[in-house]
């Protein structure tokens, strides 16, 4: 049973019943950790000296409570392997994002400056064990390390695109070397690869990046899932017709994508639970409008409940846009490959992709109607 005050939530959850001491041992510690993160981001400026005195002291000071708790519920071995790499992973990550966050804040680089034996507790890591494969700090540890290792000066590209893909070839690179348990290898190929499929869809650097991963990866399962990630992107390259979806207008009439498409057209998307992005959005969209008289723009809602869109639409007066919701976001998501909410596609006038990989925020998105 768990009982909370929910008055001060986080801080008043107590479990009671079999394994209490333990459960609320890791709830303390949990929550020793996030008011730590609170005060990281000052940290992150600090000099090297500095930062290594500040997360040494606070690492002894949780260290000191686990040990206590360590002695007085007397726990088993395979609860301890948890408890120990909850308080370490976490102080972990601390070194592993510090070089990156603190050259971003403070334009210092540092990377090659850190003292001999930064990183020794990689060394100690045992990166094999199956029995964190699930594991959240170990999991947020591993994304930590990765994207530390492969991010360096000596990457130089044409683009973000061109970097973020020679960054993400070499994780797999790394992953490939550092696990040797198949089961845990491929989890990581498999996170690496859905994180940058979703995040980067240059349609050229996918299909090398996928490549490399079916190099790699002996996981059949989870590679049909990327397989139709990365068969969707091509799908979607330029000169390519527009995969069909379904919408529904505000009369409930079911109508085709593609027969709405008469002219040249700008998609954007929108959530009611994002009310910011949904104003901020249409009203770039408006001014756009006024500009670009040649094109149309269809605003697309992603929500499930259509009279609640009907509702949330009545409160704004969005003219020259036309307003219409997924009739099933799912089938959208898979065939558009939509997962962000600011993603934009802009479409010619005979139904074939000009570029369906465009932010509406991008500083340079109006030269793409030109």
């Not at 089938?331 to 369906?356: E, G, P, Y």
Request: net charge positive; proline share 1%.
């Amino acid at each position: 049973m768990v009982s909370i005050n929910s008055k001060d939530f986080d801080q008043s959850i107590v479990f009671s019943g079999r394994g209490e001491e333990k459960n609320n041992f890791l709830m303390e510690l949990y929550l020793k950790n996030e008011d730590d993160k609170s005060k990281m981001f000052s940290v992150l400026d600090y000099k090297i000296k500095d930062f290594t005195k500040n997360i040494d002291s606070s690492y002894n000071v949780k260290e000191k409570f686990y040990l206590a708790k360590k002695e007085q519920i007397n726990w088993s071995d395979d609860f301890d392997l948890y408890a120990k790499a909850t308080l370490d992973f976490y102080n972990f990550s601390k070194k592993e994002i510090y070089p990156m966050v603190h050259e971003m804040r403070t334009g210092e680089k540092i990377k090659q400056n850190l003292p001999t034996g930064f990183y020794d507790y990689r060394k100690k890591i045992d990166f094999n064990n199956i029995k964190f494969i699930n594991f959240s700090p170990f999991v947020k540890y591993l994304t930590h390390m990765l994207n530390n290792i492969a991010t360096d000066d000596k990457i130089v590209t044409n683009s973000e695109l061109d970097k973020s893909f020679e960054i993400n070839v070499r994780k797999l690179n790394i992953a490939d070397t550092l696990f040797k348990n198949k089961k845990i290898k491929n989890t990581i190929l498999n996170n690496i690869a859905f994180c940058y499929l979703l995040e980067d869809q240059n349609i050229s650097n996918n299909k090398k990046f996928l490549d490399k991963y079916y190099e790699i990866s002996t996981d059949k399962s989870q590679r049909n899932e990327i397989v139709k990630i990365g068969n969707a992107i091509q799908l979607l390259k330029i000169g390519n017709n527009l995969p069909e979806t379904k919408l529904y207008d505000q009369n409930d009439n079911l109508i085709n994508i593609n027969d709405l498409i008469k002219k040249k057209t700008v998609l954007f998307f929108w959530t009611e639970n994002l009310s910011s992005h949904m104003v901020a959005a249409h009203k770039k969209i408006l001014d756009l409008a006024k500009r670009h008289p040649d094109y149309q723009f269809i605003a697309i809602n992603v929500d499930e409940n259509q009279e609640k869109w009907k509702m949330h639409l009545a409160n704004f007066n969005f003219k020259n846009i036309k307003e219409y919701r997924a009739a099933n976001f799912e089938d959208l998501k898979d065939k558009w490959v939509i997962n962000k909410i600011h993603r934009t596609m802009i479409i010619n006038s005979n139904h074939t992709i000009n570029n369906a990989f465009v932010s509406l925020f991008d500083v340079n998105f109006e030269k793409q109607l030109k």
